[in-house]
């Protein structure tokens, strides 16, 4: 059996939600009964979550790919949130500090990928590109939903792998690496500040984007002047409120998408008309609303 990785400490004091005391907080399980090692660079563990589950703040020297079925998550960094449904999956550098919460609920499969620092050897130096040091949502297509499935899940405590299993296992696990690194990446993740009263603000827009209009009546609960939380868009998060808020527009658009809702049932839930919504992705991440959201345009039917 390898010998276990050392877990980096957790830094105190991050709680990625303002009122994370409503949600389920819940222990990981222990990640070095699923310790990737050279024998077995690609691990994977799969848990059935409520919605409203927190699994809270954590950190491991491998990397992560998380991905769920039948419900959306939401991924937690310090300076970042992501929402990401089941046809995406969001991916964690080694060492990034995170927590996931269950925004619908699903089964959850966590996939850890070992670094060729840790003994991963030739076959996962791609994960020393410059693009894989960072948080990225990507296209979870069919085939790589499928591989994910077909992962072994049992943990260092289930009965060992024969050969046979194993041998699998290093097939499946390769093919992953090949799906992911063809996946085309979605550039959409929520940037958060570090000033209280703005990171406050950002919370209650994330929480529901549609209570208010304006800027100037999301900040009357931040003691800050309008002047004030303007400039701190600008200097912490280099953009305005309001694009700022559209980015949070389009998450909660992803969320609704999987519960199967139509675009324009979409729209109209997030104060948008259907044109001005298609506009807003469009500009937003050059595609189409249904491309976006992952929804299939229905082909006319026959006369």
């Known amino acids: 059996m390898p010998k276990p990785i050392a877990l980096p400490a957790v830094a105190p004091g991050i709680n990625p939600h303002r009122n994370a005391r409503t949600l389920e907080q819940i222990p990981i399980l222990d990640p070095l009964l699923y310790q990737p ?11 059935e979550l409520d919605k409203d589950t927190l699994i ?4 491991h020297p491998w990397a992560q790919l998380a991905l769920s079925t039948g419900g959306v998550i939401r991924l937690s960094l310090a300076n970042a949130t992501y929402i990401v449904p089941p046809h995406r999956a969001v991916w ?3 060492g990034v500090q995170h927590a996931v919460t269950m925004v619908e609920t699903a089964r959850l499969y966590t996939l850890y990928f070992l670094p060729d620092t840790h003994g991963g050897g030739a076959q996962a130096r791609w994960m020393n590109d410059p693009v894989w040091q960072e948080c990225r949502v990507m296209e979870a297509s069919a085939l790589l939903r499928a591989l994910v ?3 072994d899940i049992g943990s260092d405590n ?40 703005l990171k406050n603000l950002c919370e209650a827009v994330l929480e529901d984007p549609t209570r208010h209009e304006t800027l100037e009546q999301w900040i009357l609960d931040t003691g800050a002047s309008l002047r004030t939380v303007a400039r701190l868009f600008r200097s912490e998060l280099g953009c305005t409120f309001t694009q700022w808020r559209q980015q949070v527009v389009l998450a909660h658009a992803v969320a609704l998408a999987a519960q199967q809702l139509p675009i324009a049932h979409i729209a109209a839930e997030l104060g948008y008309t259907h044109s001005a919504f298609s506009a807003l992705v469009r500009r937003t991440v050059g595609m189409t609303a249904a491309t976006f959201l992952g929804q299939q345009q229905s082909a006319p039917t026959a006369p």
Do not use: N, W, Y
């Not at 809270?56 to 950190?59: D, F, G, K, R, V």
């Not at 050969?163 to 929520?190: K, Y």
């Open 149 to 151: 499935v077909e992962m």
């Open 92 to 94: 964690v550098p080694p």
């Open 158 to 197: 289930s009965l060992p792998l024969t050969p046979t299993q194993q041998e699998r296992e290093l097939h499946l696990s390769a093919l992953v690496c090949d799906e992911l690194r063809r996946a085309p990446v979605i550039h959409l993740g929520i940037r958060l500040p570090k000033d209280k009263r």
């Open 56 to 59: 809270m703040p954590h950190t």
């Open 37 to 47: 090692h050279a024998q077995r660079p690609v691990r994977s563990k799969m848990r």
